[in-house]
Protein backbone atom coordinates (compact mmCIF):
# COMPACT_ATOMS: atom_id res chain seq x y z
CA UNK A 1 0.00 0.00 0.00
CA UNK A 2 1.25 3.29 -0.43
CA UNK A 3 2.57 6.29 2.04
CA UNK A 4 -0.21 7.99 0.13
CA UNK A 5 -3.35 5.51 1.10
CA UNK A 6 -1.75 4.84 4.35
CA UNK A 7 -2.44 8.35 5.08
CA UNK A 8 -5.82 8.22 3.66
CA UNK A 9 -6.52 5.15 6.22
CA UNK A 10 -5.05 6.96 9.24
CA UNK A 11 -6.87 10.00 8.24
CA UNK A 12 -10.23 7.99 7.79
CA UNK A 13 -10.04 5.95 11.10
CA UNK A 14 -9.27 9.58 12.62
CA UNK A 15 -12.42 10.96 11.38
CA UNK A 16 -14.54 7.84 12.17
CA UNK A 17 -13.62 7.66 15.55
CA UNK A 18 -14.60 11.16 15.91
CA UNK A 19 -17.76 10.74 14.39
CA UNK A 20 -18.61 7.81 16.43
CA UNK A 21 -18.18 10.23 19.71
CA UNK A 22 -20.38 12.83 18.15
CA UNK A 23 -18.28 14.88 15.76
CA UNK A 24 -20.20 13.93 12.05
CA UNK A 25 -18.54 16.71 10.07
CA UNK A 26 -15.34 15.07 11.22
CA UNK A 27 -16.59 12.72 7.94
CA UNK A 28 -16.72 15.55 5.67
CA UNK A 29 -12.67 15.18 5.80
CA UNK A 30 -13.10 11.93 4.06
CA UNK A 31 -16.22 11.64 2.52
CA UNK A 32 -17.42 12.78 -0.90
CA UNK A 33 -20.56 14.86 -1.05
CA UNK A 34 -22.66 12.56 -2.80
CA UNK A 35 -20.84 8.89 -1.72
CA UNK A 36 -23.15 6.07 -1.95
CA UNK A 37 -22.48 3.48 0.77
CA UNK A 38 -24.24 0.07 0.08
CA UNK A 39 -24.67 -2.26 2.90
CA UNK A 40 -25.53 -0.16 5.90
CA UNK A 41 -29.10 -0.02 5.41
CA UNK A 42 -31.64 -1.95 2.49
CA UNK A 43 -30.75 -0.19 -0.12
CA UNK A 44 -28.62 2.82 -0.86
CA UNK A 45 -27.20 5.12 1.91
CA UNK A 46 -26.85 8.33 -0.54
CA UNK A 47 -25.06 11.75 0.30
CA UNK A 48 -23.19 12.28 3.00
CA UNK A 49 -25.95 13.87 4.70
CA UNK A 50 -27.62 10.32 5.01
CA UNK A 51 -24.53 8.71 5.95
CA UNK A 52 -23.68 11.26 8.99
CA UNK A 53 -27.93 10.49 9.70
CA UNK A 54 -27.53 6.72 9.92
CA UNK A 55 -24.18 7.31 12.21
CA UNK A 56 -26.29 9.32 14.61
CA UNK A 57 -28.73 6.69 14.58
CA UNK A 58 -26.80 4.23 15.99
CA UNK A 59 -25.42 7.06 18.60
CA UNK A 60 -28.98 6.85 20.11
CA UNK A 61 -28.83 2.56 20.37
CA UNK A 62 -24.87 2.59 21.41
CA UNK A 63 -22.33 4.82 24.22
CA UNK A 64 -19.04 4.52 24.74
CA UNK A 65 -18.37 3.83 20.72
CA UNK A 66 -14.50 3.10 19.84
CA UNK A 67 -13.77 1.63 16.38
CA UNK A 68 -10.38 -0.07 15.02
CA UNK A 69 -9.25 -0.99 11.92
CA UNK A 70 -7.68 -3.96 12.07
CA UNK A 71 -6.41 -4.90 8.44
CA UNK A 72 -6.11 -2.39 5.55
CA UNK A 73 -5.42 -4.14 2.06
CA UNK A 74 -5.14 -1.33 -0.86
CA UNK A 75 -4.72 -1.36 -4.58
CA UNK A 76 -5.42 1.32 -7.05
CA UNK A 77 -8.56 3.16 -6.14
CA UNK A 78 -9.84 0.23 -3.63
CA UNK A 79 -9.40 -0.11 -0.27
CA UNK A 80 -10.75 -2.72 2.01
CA UNK A 81 -10.48 -2.42 5.79
CA UNK A 82 -11.54 -4.86 8.45
CA UNK A 83 -12.52 -3.10 11.21
CA UNK A 84 -14.17 -3.38 15.14
CA UNK A 85 -16.69 -1.38 16.98
CA UNK A 86 -16.98 -1.71 20.62
CA UNK A 87 -19.62 -0.21 22.50
CA UNK A 88 -22.20 -0.29 25.04
CA UNK A 89 -26.14 -1.15 24.55
CA UNK A 90 -27.30 1.77 26.10
CA UNK A 91 -30.42 3.11 24.07
CA UNK A 92 -33.08 2.68 20.88
CA UNK A 93 -32.79 4.35 17.03
CA UNK A 94 -35.41 3.61 14.61
CA UNK A 95 -33.09 0.97 13.04
CA UNK A 96 -32.45 -0.72 16.09
CA UNK A 97 -35.89 -0.16 18.20
CA UNK A 98 -34.90 -3.03 20.65
CA UNK A 99 -34.68 -2.22 24.42
CA UNK A 100 -31.21 -1.61 26.08
CA UNK A 101 -29.28 -4.38 26.93
CA UNK A 102 -26.93 -2.41 28.84
CA UNK A 103 -24.53 -4.90 26.94
CA UNK A 104 -20.72 -4.37 25.78
CA UNK A 105 -20.84 -5.41 22.40
CA UNK A 106 -18.09 -6.35 19.66
CA UNK A 107 -19.14 -5.60 16.10
CA UNK A 108 -17.14 -6.87 12.99
CA UNK A 109 -17.19 -5.91 9.83
CA UNK A 110 -15.55 -5.27 6.21
CA UNK A 111 -15.63 -2.29 4.85
CA UNK A 112 -15.05 -2.08 1.01
CA UNK A 113 -14.44 1.74 -0.25
CA UNK A 114 -13.74 3.41 -3.75
CA UNK A 115 -11.93 6.88 -3.97
CA UNK A 116 -11.24 9.47 -6.28
CA UNK A 117 -9.06 12.08 -5.01
CA UNK A 118 -8.48 12.23 -1.30
CA UNK A 119 -12.64 11.45 -1.11
CA UNK A 120 -14.59 7.79 -0.58
CA UNK A 121 -17.08 8.41 -3.29
CA UNK A 122 -18.64 4.82 -2.49
CA UNK A 123 -18.13 2.03 -0.26
CA UNK A 124 -19.62 -1.48 0.01
CA UNK A 125 -20.35 -2.77 4.16
CA UNK A 126 -20.50 -5.98 5.37
CA UNK A 127 -21.02 -6.37 8.63
CA UNK A 128 -22.18 -9.31 11.19
CA UNK A 129 -25.44 -7.77 12.00
CA UNK A 130 -26.87 -10.99 13.25
CA UNK A 131 -24.21 -11.71 15.89
CA UNK A 132 -24.81 -8.42 17.23
CA UNK A 133 -28.44 -8.85 17.58
CA UNK A 134 -27.75 -11.67 19.26
CA UNK A 135 -25.15 -9.67 21.48
CA UNK A 136 -28.03 -7.78 22.85
CA UNK A 137 -30.59 -10.28 23.47
CA UNK A 138 -32.51 -9.11 20.21
CA UNK A 139 -32.37 -12.58 18.50
CA UNK A 140 -31.51 -16.07 20.04
CA UNK A 141 -27.78 -17.65 19.87
CA UNK A 142 -27.64 -20.89 17.95
CA UNK A 143 -27.96 -24.35 20.18
Not at 5 to 22: M, P, Q, S
Not at 125 to 130: F, G, K, M
Request: charged fraction near 25%; hydrophobic fraction near 40%.
Amino acid sequence: MSSETEKLVAKGERAWNAAVKGNLDALDQTYAADVISHGRRVGETKGLAALKEFVADGQLAFSDQTLTFDHVIGEGDRIAIEWTLRARHTGQSPTLPFPPSGKEVTFRGCTVIRIAGDKVIEEFVYADNLNLLQQIGAMPKPG
